[in-house]
C-alpha cells in the first residue's frame, strides 16, 4: 500500500531535549516536506527536500532541521524543543518538484512539550 | 506576503443538500489548485485539483470552480452525506526555481447533519 509513515504518533517532551520525528515514504517520490498544524493557522511549511541531500526552509523553519540521505526518508529533528513547538505536524511526500502534482500527507505526530 | 484565504470558517449543511466551500487567493503567479479533506485524527487527503488554464472540474460527487478574474476557487459538494463531515482546504501550488510549496488556507469545517 503506498502510504507515508510517521512516528510516533504522539510525543509528550520536555523543553530542550532532542527529539527527531521519522517520515517515510514507499512511493519513491523526490519531493517531501513537513509542515505544522495550528488552530487558526492551518498548515505551515517547515522544511522541504527536492531530492536526496537537497533541502530548502519553508515558512516557519526556525528551531528545526531535517536530513535527506535517502529518498524515502525525511526526519524532522527538534534539537532543543521549546513549548511554542508543540502542535501537529505532518509530513508529505509527492511524485514531481516543479510538478503540478497531489501531496501525499502521513497520518500527523501530535507534539506537546511542556 | 500573498496568501490564500476562506470566506468561512464553518460549514453546516443537511444530508442530502449541495454544499459549496469557498476559497480566495491573492497570488496571480499561482498555476494550481488543490482540495484537501482532513477528517478527525488524520492527514489530508486529495480530493480534486486544478490548473490555472481550466474554470471547472469535475469529480465524483465534486466539482472544483476557478475564477480567475476575481482569484475565487470553490468546492462543491452534491448530495452531502456525513461522511463528508471534515476540514477542508484549499491549497494553491506556488512554482519557483526552488522547487514548488503548497500555500493552505486555514480550513473550513463542514458540518453534515440528518
Known amino acids: 500500500e503506498a502510504q507515508v509513515t510517521q512516528n510516533p504518533r504522539y510525543l509528550i517532551t520536555v523543553t530542550g531535549k532532542k527529539l527527531t520525528v521519522t517520515c517515510s515514504q514507499n512511493m519513491n517520490h523526490e519531493y517531501m516536506s513537513w509542515y505544522r498544524q495550528d488552530p487558526g493557522l492551518g498548515l505551515r511549511q517547515i522544511y522541504y527536500s527536492m531530492n536526496v541531500e537537497v533541502t530548502d526552509k519553508g515558512d516557519v523553519p526556525e528551531g528545526y532541521k531535517v536530513s535527506r540521505k535517502e529518498k524515502r526518508n525525511f526526519p524532522l529533528i527538534l534539537e532543543s524543543p521549546s513549548p511554542n513547538q508543540t502542535s501537529l505536524y505532518f509530513c508529505?511526500?509527492?511524485?514531481?518538484?516543479?510538478?503540478?502534482?497531489?501531496?501525499?500527507f502521513g497520518q500527523g505526530t501530535r507534539l506537546t512539550v511542556v | 506576503g500573498e496568501s490564500v484565504g476562506l470566506h468561512l470558517p464553518t460549514l453546516s449543511v443537511q444530508e442530502g443538500d449541495n454544499s459549496i466551500i469557498n476559497c480566495a487567493y491573492s497570488n496571480s503567479a499561482s498555476d494550481y489548485f488543490i482540495w484537501y479533506k482532513q477528517e478527525s485524527g488524520k492527514g489530508p487527503q486529495f480530493i480534486i485539483d486544478?490548473?490555472?488554464?481550466?474554470d471547472k472540474r469535475q469529480g465524483q460527487r465534486v466539482t472544483v470552480l476557478l475564477n480567475k478574474t476575481v482569484k475565487h476557487l470553490s468546492l462543491q459538494i452534491a448530495a452531502t452525506q456525513p461522511g463528508d463531515s471534515a476540514v477542508y482546504f484549499c491549497a494553491e501550488n506556488i512554482d519557483s526555481n526552488s522547487g514548488y510549496a503548497l500555500n493552505f488556507g486555514k480550513g473550513t469545517s463542514l458540518l453534515v447533519t440528518p
Open positions: 508529505a511526500s509527492s511524485p514531481g518538484v516543479s510538478m503540478n502534482t497531489e501531496a501525499f
Open positions: 486544478i490548473r490555472s488554464n481550466m
